[in-house]
């Protein structure tokens, strides 16, 4: 099976960087994702990793080592719309289609 | 371009009755994937469609049911609702089996008493 952690909850200030940790325990690591959502919206894709390295998008980045199955999502210049729940999800190689494991999330909160 | 669209958003049912959740994935798009969102578990898989096929299915009991039409539109189906069915349920589609990301829609809160 797999296992994906991430913190609950992180707080941060306008302007500040905050990075989110995920670790990830699978039998076939077939790629990466982040994704934001809003409170009672859907998600929304931020990011995918399959090789390892740093993939960066705007003010968003994303970091991934298979070898020590972990990732980071980081998120810099804080402004007060990046308040959301980040998802960060692993597809798995035996499902051989779209079937992503989540973790519980992590709910950021950035105060002025 | 319009998103994946689900319907209804919101809808209240008793314990024992069944459901019907419908997807219309993005214009173009082949497959779908449904999962369950709840506080305690967070974003669950239920199963994913493609031409018609159910592809891959999550740890969710027989009453979980789905089709997908030739259309691709897909429906859910949850039959002897329980109290624990009260969720987020969401619909993703993306443009075939394994192309990625996925796109999700905006849900159908089903509140179970």
């Known amino acids: 099976g797999q296992n994906i952690d991430q913190p609950t909850e992180m707080t941060a200030t306008e302007g500040a960087i905050v990075q989110i940790n995920c670790t990830y325990q699978?039998?076939?690591?077939?790629?990466l994702f982040w994704y934001q959502q809003h409170a009672g919206e859907a998600p929304t894709f931020l990011s995918y990793n399959v090789l390892d390295g740093l993939e960066e998008k705007g003010r968003f980045s994303s970091f991934l080592s298979r070898s020590k199955g972990y990732s980071y999502l980081l998120l810099k210049e804080l402004q007060m719309k990046d308040s959301a729940s980040y998802l960060c999800a692993v597809r798995d190689l035996s499902s051989g289609g779209n079937k992503l494991t989540f973790g519980g999330g992590t709910r950021v909160l950035v105060k002025p | 371009k319009a998103g994946v669209t689900q319907t209804p958003r919101y809808l209240i049912k008793t314990r024992g009755q069944q459901v019907t959740l419908s997807c219309s994935p993005i214009?173009?798009?082949?497959?779908v994937s449904w999962y369950q969102q709840t506080p305690g578990q967070g974003l669950q898989f239920l199963f994913e469609y493609f031409s018609e096929t159910q592809r891959n299915k999550g740890n969710f009991p027989g009453r979980f049911s789905g089709r997908q039409f030739s259309n691709s539109r897909s429906e859910m189906n949850v039959s002897t609702l329980e109290l624990g069915d009260s969720a987020l349920y969401l619909c993703?589609?993306?443009?075939?089996?394994?192309?990625?990301?996925?796109?999700f829609g905006d849900g159908t809160r089903l509140s179970i008493l």
């Open positions: 993703a589609s993306s443009p075939g089996q394994g192309a990625l990301p996925q796109h």
């Open positions: 214009s173009g798009h082949r497959s």
């Open positions: 699978t039998s076939g690591f077939n790629g």
